[in-house]
């Protein structure tokens, strides 16, 4: 298992060549791209991860965390292999209300079948 992943081409030919299972701890941003790493290893791999802890739980808005948590499933979900995680630890103890809606949001969105259209839907309903 590799945690902490960034994307690029020469990270993903050689995962894909050593065949591992799981890439674990995949964070957004710092050039991961949760639709680039899905079309080039999902086929292949498991991806795990998808919600950075510090910057949507511990300091977004309730909306921030719904937002996120439906765009990564929408990215990398459809197809399975996908594990909806955060990259690392929640620290902050004042951010009760959105775990709650990053649990609440998974369970809506996140179960098998993926419904591509009601999340894509729901983006736009929400979108400012």
């Known amino acids: 298992?590799?945690?902490?992943?960034r994307t690029t081409d020469a990270l993903v030919k050689a995962l894909l060549t050593e065949y591992?299972?799981?890439?674990?701890?995949?964070?957004?941003?710092?050039?991961n791209d949760m639709s680039a790493l899905k079309r080039a290893m999902g086929?292949?791999?498991?991806?795990?991860?998808?919600?950075?802890?510090?910057?949507?739980?511990?300091?977004g808005t309730q909306d921030d965390v719904r937002r996120a948590v439906i765009e990564v499933i929408l990215a990398a979900?459809?197809?399975?292999?996908?594990?909806?995680?955060t990259s690392g630890g929640i620290y902050r103890t004042d951010c009760y209300d959105n775990v709650v809606t990053y649990i609440e949001t998974a369970h809506q969105f996140g179960t098998y079948p993926i419904n591509t259209s009601r999340l894509k839907a729901e983006l736009r309903r929400s979108s400012p």
């Open 20 to 31: 591992l299972d799981v890439v674990n701890g995949i964070q957004p941003g710092d050039g």
């Open 43 to 59: 086929h292949r791999i498991c991806l795990w991860g998808g919600i950075n802890p510090h910057e949507v739980i511990e300091r």
């Open 1 to 5: 298992m590799i945690t902490k992943v």
């Open 77 to 85: 979900a459809p197809g399975g292999g996908f594990v909806l995680s």
